[in-house]
């Protein structure tokens, strides 16, 4: 596989740090194969790290993104006690080629989105942004982020005002990582986001909530992995004609 030039979005980060299950081998040999495609692969700002889990689903409404918030929020507290920015990127980001080659950072941000499904980003205020995998951090958005996590699982934390309008909403409940994001931009409108699209989400099992059947029976799971990766081939050769034909740029 051929190894490319390190692309600029990733010399603004003093620190890299891919989070990922010790059980997910499968995921963790993609994401060497896709830090070799963009000069990762020996840098040595590059760590894995191991996901932590936890015993219960605490104030989430599932025991995975409880470990998931407790691995986000472990990363940001180190980045922010060493005064350094850093990169948090998920065991199934892969990256957009070659898209990921052309961009670089602004002189500002705080908040890095390099990855996302969301209708309206810089809505603030409406846009409620899905997608965690490929997230940068300032040294300042670290430490805002430290601060602002310490007490999100207390109960009387004070939750986000919008969230808390939508019909159905329960205090008590926390959303996983990719909303405690949104409550945080919220709660600090100083910090300066930056959105680009150079990261999707690989299609695999998931390790946050229930798998389907065919993902908890070993003799079915390879097959359901390779489906996976063909229709994901497909879905990225389609994206790629469409935007060729209307002249799309991202």
């Not at 810089?122 to 951090?137: K, P, Q, V, Y």
């Not at 709660?187 to 695999?204: C, I, K």
Request: charged share 25%.
């Amino acid at each position: 596989m051929t190894t490319y030039q390190l692309p600029p979005v990733f010399r603004d980060f003093d620190r890299i740090r891919i989070i990922n299950l010790a059980h997910r081998t499968d995921r963790y040999a993609e994401m060497k194969r896709q830090l070799k495609r963009v000069g990762l692969d020996t840098d040595p700002r590059v760590e894995f790290f191991p996901a932590l889990t936890a015993n219960d689903a605490g104030l989430f409404r599932a025991r995975g993104y409880h470990g998931g918030f407790l691995s986000y929020s472990t990363l940001l507290s180190e980045a922010a006690a060493a005064g350094q920015s850093i990169l948090i990127l998920e065991d199934d980001c892969d990256f957009l080629l070659p898209t990921i080659f052309d961009y670089q950072m602004p002189e500002q941000w705080d908040i890095f989105y390099g990855g996302y499904v969301a209708s309206d980003p810089d809505n603030l205020t409406e846009s409620d942004i899905i997608g965690a995998h490929f997230m940068g951090f300032s040294p300042r958005g670290a430490a805002v982020a430290t601060s602002y996590f310490s007490r999100y699982l207390e109960a009387d934390f004070p939750v986000d005002a919008r969230a808390a309008a939508q019909p159905g909403f329960d205090p008590a409940i926390r959303p996983p990582t990719d909303g405690a994001f949104v409550w945080l931009r919220r709660a600090h409108p100083e910090l300066v986001t930056v959105f680009q699209m150079l990261g999707v989400q690989r299609p695999s099992r998931t390790d946050m909530g229930e798998n389907r059947f065919y993902d908890r029976v070993p003799a079915l799971r390879s097959l359901a992995g390779m489906a996976r990766r063909i229709r994901q081939h497909f879905s990225k050769n389609t994206s790629h004609m469409a935007k060729a034909d209307f002249g799309a740029n991202r």
